[in-house]
């Protein structure tokens, strides 16, 4: 008995070719569409369609010893292909400014590719740094400008583009409250508060709000304050 196998369309892509494979090389393989092309006449021929469509094929095979001979048909889906051509163009936004060691918000959002294709990305931050997600956050140690540079790439090719971020010089640091103590002072008796070991990296001129615990309050760096009652008291200082 002949092998009833159809023929199995090659899957649909750029360039759209139908493959039929046969197991048997004694059978003669036939597509139907020119019987005196000579290459159609093979186990495994290959046909290129011109355009996207669903075409019947027909598998025609002869036994060269009795002479005769049996046929199938299937069909060949050629869908269209996704073209691959165009560079992807890369968009790093900016420019930017930020302090030293503070978090930027870098973004690709610009970024496009001709064809609609999903994009891979590659940071390089300029400071010896990279990453790989599309809106990265970064933080520039030292002040500076630098050139960061985004790269995207579709699979088939890519682009890339700079941009500037101006890192600005180390931010001061925040300003701690001090209220000094712990303290110790006899009921009646005048108790010194010291705020002057707060620290104060503007160099401003600062306020105190003293808060003793006992329903009172005062300003300045040094209040004088006076307990009328035992006991142990939380003082707090603002400025």
Same mark, same amino acid.
């Given at each position: 008995m002949l092998p009833q196998q159809l023929p199995v369309p090659h899957p649909p892509g750029l360039p759209a070719v139908g493959r039929f494979a046969e197991s048997k090389a004694e059978y003669e393989k036939v597509l139907g569409i020119d019987p005196d092309d000579p290459t159609t006449h093979r186990p495994t021929p290959v046909h290129t369609y011109t355009a996207a469509a669903t075409y019947p094929v027909t598998l025609t095979v002869q036994s060269t010893t009795t002479g005769t001979t049996a046929s199938a048909s299937s069909s060949a889906i050629i869908a269209a292909g996704v073209a691959t051509t165009g560079t992807p163009t890369a968009n790093p936004g900016g420019p930017y400014t930020v302090a030293a060691n503070s978090p930027i918000a870098l973004t690709s959002v610009g970024s496009s590719d !001709?064809?609609?294709?999903?994009? +891979?990305?590659?940071?390089?931050? %300029?400071?010896?740094?990279? %990453? &790989? &997600?599309?809106?990265?956050?970064? &933080?520039?140690?030292?002040? %500076?400008?630098?050139?960061?540079?985004?790269?995207?790439?579709?699979?088939?090719?890519q682009g890339s583009a700079s941009t500037v971020v101006s890192v600005t010089g180390t931010p001061l640091a925040a300003m701690v409250a001090s209220a000094g103590g712990p303290y110790t002072v006899a009921v009646n008796q005048p108790v010194t508060l010291d705020g002057s070991g707060t620290t104060n990296p503007s160099g401003r001129q600062l306020l105190y709000t003293w808060d003793f615990g006992d329903g009172t309050s005062?300003?300045?760096?040094? !209040?004088?304050?006076? #307990? &009328?009652?035992?006991?142990? #008291? +939380?003082?707090?200082?603002?400025?």
């Open positions: !001709p064809n609609n294709l999903p994009l +891979t990305y590659v940071w390089g931050f %300029g400071d010896g740094n990279s %990453g &790989t &997600t599309p809106n990265p956050t970064h &933080t520039y140690k030292t002040a %500076g400008s630098y050139s960061p540079v985004l790269t995207v790439s579709n699979g088939a090719s005062a300003s300045g760096v040094k !209040p004088i304050h006076f #307990y &009328t009652k035992s006991g142990t #008291y +939380t003082v707090n200082v603002s400025v």
